[in-house]
């Protein structure tokens, strides 16, 4: 019973990962339209995206990290503008922007749809599809940026003024922490176990 305590007790007071989720809450204001315009409701959108801030480690300071056609790691995603929703099954983080210290400040986000006339997957919209970006930049903190959205069969796009802050994420668990818990205590089951058959 000691071993068990005491295996979990360490599992418990392991060092966490340094991997720190970051959230970018963002508006959306309506500036302009180009063509016919997608979607209905409100000129007004918002949301977020959640992602691991130690994806900068994979940049170079003044850098990128992503190569506009593979999504990186996204936590959650949530977007709604013009009676359209985006999420993690259709939306993701496209690219970090990296300072001169390698910091982020800035990133885009993007709809998942294979790459199309106008260029690469991510950062482009093609009229007639639904589809987004935002590309955003700022600071460390926050900042602005611009939102592009299209829809299926709509031959237009809607242009808006983004803003955007970021804060930590708390309470997530750190899955090698409890990775370690639930190894620690199968251990000392298993050692329980063949102590008794003995």
């Known amino acids: ?13 392991a060092p966490a990962a340094n991997a720190i989720p970051v959230r970018y809450d963002f508006s959306i204001t309506l500036t302009s339209v180009q063509g016919t315009q997608p979607g209905t409701g409100n000129a007004n959108g918002s949301g977020f995206v959640v992602f691991d801030s130690d994806l ?40 970090l922007y990296l300072d001169s210290f390698g910091a982020i400040n800035g990133w885009s986000i993007d709809g998942l749809l294979p790459a199309n006339a106008c260029g690469p997957a991510f950062q482009c919209v093609q009229w007639g599809t639904s589809d987004f970006n935002i590309l955003a930049h700022g600071s460390a903190l926050g900042g ?15 242009i808006g003024n983004v803003s955007w802050t970021v804060s930590e994420v708390r309470n997530v668990p750190e899955p090698g922490t409890l990775g370690l818990l639930a190894l620690g205590m199968f251990g000392a089951a298993l050692r329980r176990r063949k102590a008794l058959r003995a």
Do not use: K
């Open 1 to 13: 019973m000691r071993a068990l305590f005491a295996v979990s007790l360490l599992a418990l007071v």
């Open 56 to 95: 900068a480690a994979l940049g170079v300071p003044s850098g990128r990290v992503g190569d506009l056609n593979t999504p990186l790691p996204t936590l959650d995603l949530s977007f709604d503008w013009l009676g359209m929703h985006f999420d993690a099954t259709n939306g993701t983080l496209g690219a």
């Open 144 to 158: 602005g940026g611009i939102a592009l959205l299209t829809q299926a069969g709509v031959n237009g796009v809607a």
